[in-house]
């Protein structure tokens, strides 16, 4: 029996049209994922025994629902997969004609990250398929002079382990996508401003996903979702002025980015964010300023966060 190697383990995604089946026929994307990414990992709640055995044993536990999570962490990229990730974080989907444009929402949408441990004919090969998962937050930081990041959280509801390869085509990366740096990061625009030098950026967006059980299986029947959902902004920019302080009213006001090249590239738009005051900090040569911008709901937009495809 041949050992696997995580360096030789490859990840695909399949968007599902029926949550917690694979579909039959169709895509699975490639997943750029960073070198250490680990599977899904699947567990059980462990329903324990009070009761006591003989010689003041126990007696054990059994499963209960069964319950998969995991992340995808990468370099930033426009590309079908990160387009289906965001689409699941974010409740949303891109419009598919014209201006192609995501807005958080509450349409759900489930995939399967399916994980190809050892590749073979059937009957040899070793894959994994995590089912019914849906991404629960989406996390982009970006600094100057480094790189552009983003990672989504999921949750999954059936594991499947296959011993032989999915026959789904599979789509690659396109070799049109590079991964973006600091220096693609753009047009970040502070109500209204786009004169500030900004050095960092980070945008979090989160959701409470939870599994939903019933009574006769240990397999979730969905994910459910609760409270409501989480846009961060944080911005740090150079402390040059008191003019930034300002600006900021703590009022709604609109705070945008752009990271990419037009065919190459994302927007990002909160149309209602909500400003904490300002706080300088200092490193060993310059003055910072940081922002947290919460964003709330627009009624122009009908949302609090538009993604655009440039």
Do not use: C
């Not at 055995?53 to 126990?58: K, N, T």
């Not at 969905?222 to 409501?228: A, E, L, P, S, Y």
């Not at 002025?241 to 190459?264: E, K, V, W, Y």
């Not at 060993?284 to 919460?294: L, M, R």
């Amino acid at each position: 029996m041949a050992l696997i190697n995580p360096s030789d383990v490859t990840y695909y995604l399949v968007p599902e049209t029926t949550a917690g089946t694979v579909p039959a026929t169709g895509n699975r994307y490639e997943i750029p994922s960073a070198a250490d990414l680990n599977l899904p990992a699947f567990t059980a709640n462990e329903i324990a025994s009070n009761t006591k055995r003989p010689g003041r044993a126990g007696n054990g536990m059994r499963r209960g629902m069964v319950t998969g999570t995991g992340s995808v962490e990468t370099r930033l990229q426009s590309a079908p997969v990160i387009n289906t990730l965001m689409e699941s974080a974010l409740s949303g989907k891109f419009t598919g004609t014209g201006t192609k444009t995501l807005k958080a929402g509450l349409t759900d949408s489930t995939f399967t990250i399916l994980s190809l441990l050892q590749g073979g004919a059937a009957g040899t090969a070793m894959l994994e398929a995590a089912s019914g998962t849906m991404a629960s937050s989406m996390k982009i930081a970006a600094t100057q002079g480094g790189e552009v990041t983003v990672a989504f959280d999921y949750l999954a509801t059936v594991q499947t382990q296959l011993t032989s390869d999915s026959t789904l085509t599979v789509s690659a990366v396109p070799n049109t996508a590079y991964e973006y740096v600091g220096a693609d990061v753009s047009a970040v625009t502070v109500a209204g401003n786009s004169a500030i030098q900004f050095t960092e950026l980070g945008l979090d967006v989160t959701q409470d996903r939870v599994a939903r059980g019933k009574l006769g299986t240990n397999q979730p029947i969905g994910i459910g979702t609760n409270g409501i959902r989480t846009v961060e902004l944080t911005l740090k920019a150079y402390r040059e002025s008191f003019a930034i302080d300002a600006l900021l009213t703590g009022l709604a006001q609109s705070f945008s980015f752009s990271i990419g090249t037009a065919g190459n590239g994302y927007s990002f738009s909160i149309p209602a964010g909500y400003a904490s005051i300002p706080t300088t900090e200092f490193d060993s040569e310059s003055a910072f300023v940081n922002i947290k911008i919460t964003a709330a709901y627009d009624t122009t937009q009908g949302t609090d966060l538009v993604v655009t495809q440039l």
